[in-house]
């Protein structure tokens, strides 16, 4: 018979009190871990598991869906008014050159207050921002007509704001933050209008007559985005040049037959933004330049192919300030919801082009959360998205800021020979010199009573056009006794 | 100075002191009692630490809805991530760490944004995304229902923008409104 191992010797009685204790240390432990832990659910009782799945919202019907185009269904009323003899235009979206910039004879009063600036005449309009054209005596603003439940291309007297005519089809738009949003082209054999839900209209600007039309997301597939489309057609060389997303990026149409010329194919499926598209011209080429949902690109006025593109400039929120050129290849993009600004150089590699970012600003040094900057004598002026204005040059140096004491929210502004007029949100207008040296206001007065005064503005003849959310005014900024 | 003086002279200070102390702690208590601790939403720059510094395990801070200011938008910039791959519910798309902010389809094009109030921390996610992008309509107040209201709210003594102060007990909460933007 072998001795057992010591460790198998049962423990003495010392040893197995000691067992005892610990045993009895232990249950107490657990028995006082039960009790914290039924404490606990009991007084904070565990919310069950739920899985976060796509379709938790019950969303209804597809948001897109229209049943059919509209625009065969539009309708042109004449109205009582008159064109005038007016001189000046303001053929679009930013002005006769696509910059944001008046020049010519106007003189413009420095000393507002006593009338000045006299309100002209002002005229109601359906909730939205929605920025007028002007040319030959006539105002051209694209309204949403609440009660008809239709988009209408309105045809205004410059002189005294009266109808002259109205086109207008049906489309349902509930109230989205405004609705109306984009501001006609014009010239002086057509006028063609982009609506909130992406139904383009091209009509005769003197009768009103429908020439032809198109419904980008029936046609095109394209996909309104969202708060509606915010994108100013442009007409170039009798053309219409429009960017759509869906089955195509861009579109060039014939202004006097409707006969699409070319189309780019949407080859990455980026979608429509709130961007219109911007003209320019580099090493010889001409070309149309926008920023879609995944990036910029360069299409060829030519034949739409693709010249350049890149990745380097989205904003998943809303892209909405258009891009502009500041010389050399540069191209400037600001944006709002955190994005900044970025600098973008064209250059010729092995005969193509390709775009580089120069570099990128914050947002808190510029950026655009709605209307876009202006390049004017070598320097960028624009509203940042804390509400300032601000100006700095190519390089990006931010060389002033108007201060915490004169900001102006999402409103609009332009230049006009030298002077920067700048509206705020409730339409208080800010005459200031457009001056790299230094924020310098002259004069301000209050245009408008209403709120979200977010409309480009428009000049002509020494007469500015200015919006809130329902009505738009005619101003003299001359200060000239008529 | 004698010893008899001395004695007497202290004796008169401590009761003075004594006094003080109990008159003290009486109006300390009356206050307290009339007042509350509350959140300016329009200092509050949307730091986090009210999901953290709170002595209470799940915050008495909730994120509130001003419906009022709201703009039902499709793409909230409260609710969802700033690149969401897709404008739907999946976790992935969301701000909210919890699923606190729940989110309904009311028609074409609105949806209507809630709060679940037990899921929610307070971590203002959702408050910085509303109040940076969108209307500002989502913000943070302190419940009462959960406040214990603490002499010194520890909420408070870390809040960087000073934006907790006590208010008066019969209007407890300072809510945004369209009236009250600022």
């Known amino acids: 018979m072998t001795e057992p191992s010591p460790s198998l010797k049962l423990p003495d ?7 005892m204790v610990t045993a009895t240390l232990a249950l107490s432990v657990v028995a006082v871990l039960l009790l914290v832990i039924v404490f606990r659910v009991s007084n904070h009782p565990l919310q069950p598991l739920v899985e976060r799945q796509p379709g938790m919202d019950r969303t209804g019907r597809d948001l897109q869906a229209e049943q059919e185009s509209p625009i065969a269904l539009g309708k042109l009323v004449m109205g009582s008014g008159s064109a005038s003899d007016l001189p000046g235009d303001w053929r679009g979206f930013r002005g006769p050159k ?13 000393k507002w207050g006593s009338g000045i600036p006299a309100t002209l005449w002002d005229v109601s309009l359906g909730e939205g921002y929605a920025g007028p054209a002007v040319l030959n005596g006539r105002v051209y603003v694209l309204d949403y007509d609440e009660t008809k439940q239709a988009d209408a291309l309105r045809c205004l007297s410059f002189a005294d704001g009266k109808e002259i005519w109205r086109y207008s089809y049906p489309v349902k738009i509930k109230r989205n933050h405004g609705m109306s949003r984009t501001t006609p082209a014009v010239t002086e054999k057509f006028v063609v209008s982009l609506g909130p839900k992406c139904h383009v209209v091209c009509l005769e600007p003197v009768s009103g007559k429908f020439l032809w039309g198109l419904d980008l997301v029936r046609d095109y597939e394209a996909e309104v985005p ?6 100013c057609p442009l007409i170039q060389d009798g053309c219409a040049i429009l960017a759509v997303g869906g089955k195509s990026l861009m579109l060039k149409v014939d202004c006097a037959t409707g006969k699409t010329l070319w189309s780019t194919p949407n080859v990455h499926g980026w979608k429509m933004t709130h961007c219109s598209v911007l003209p320019m011209e580099f090493a010889g080429r001409k070309m149309f330049v926008y920023c879609g949902s995944g990036g910029v690109v360069g299409v060829s006025a030519d034949d739409g192919s693709v010249l350049w593109e890149t990745d380097q400039w989205k904003i998943s929120i809303a892209t909405i300030a258009t891009p502009i050129p500041v010389g050399n290849g540069k191209i400037f993009l600001a944006g709002g919801y955190n994005a900044g600004s970025l600098m973008l150089q064209l250059k010729e590699v092995e005969g193509r082009l390709v775009a580089k970012p120069l570099f990128r600003l914050k947002p808190t040094e510029f950026g655009a959360t709605q209307q876009t900057p202006i390049f004017y004598q070598d320097h960028i002026y624009g509203v940042r998205p804390d509400g300032q204005l601000a100006c700095l040059d190519v390089d990006g140096k931010v060389l002033w800021n108007s201060g915490a004491g004169a900001k102006f929210g999402l409103g609009p502004f332009m230049i006009a020979n030298g002077l920067i007029f ?10 200031a010199e457009a001056s790299p040296v ?11 009573q209403g709120h979200d005064a977010w409309a480009p503005l428009a000049l002509a003849g020494g007469r500015l056009l200015a919006r809130d959310l329902t009505r738009m005014v005619c101003l003299d900024i001359t200060g000239e006794e008529k | 100075m004698n010893r008899r003086n001395f004695l007497s002279g202290s004796l008169r200070g401590s009761l003075m002191l004594a006094l003080g102390g109990v008159l003290g702690a009486i109006t300390g208590r009356a206050k307290a009692r009339n007042t509350v601790w509350q959140i300016d939403p329009f200092q509050c720059t949307q730091c986090g630490r009210c999901a953290t510094e709170c002595v209470l395990e799940l915050s008495a801070v909730k994120c509130v809805h001003s419906f009022d200011m709201c703009g039902y938008c499709q793409l909230c910039t409260g609710y969802f991530e700033p690149d969401p791959n897709k404008l739907n519910t999946a976790a992935e798309n969301q701000l909210c760490p919890t699923g606190a902010l729940v989110r309904s389809f009311i028609e074409d094009p609105y949806y209507e944004y809630t709060i679940n109030e037990p899921l929610c921390v307070g971590c203002a996610k959702c408050v910085k995304g509303c109040t940076m992008f969108g209307n500002g309509s989502l913000h943070l107040q302190i419940r009462h229902d959960r406040c214990v209201n603490c002499n010194e709210c520890s909420i408070a003594r870390a809040c960087p923008a000073d934006a907790i102060h006590r208010v008066p007990a019969d209007r407890p909460y300072q809510f945004k409104s369209r009236e009250r933007k600022s």
Request: aromatic share 8%; net charge positive.
């Open chain 1, 13 to 19: 009685r010392s040893g197995r009190r000691g067992l």
């Open chain 1, 98 to 110: 696509g910059d944001g910039i008046f020049s010519g004879p106007t003189t413009i009063a420095r």
């Open chain 1, 226 to 231: 969202l708060w509606y489309a915010g994108q």
């Open chain 1, 422 to 431: 700048v509206l705020n949100d409730d339409g208080l207008l800010t005459l």
């Open chain 1, 438 to 448: 230094g924020y310098h206001p002259i004069t301000q007065a209050r245009v408008l």
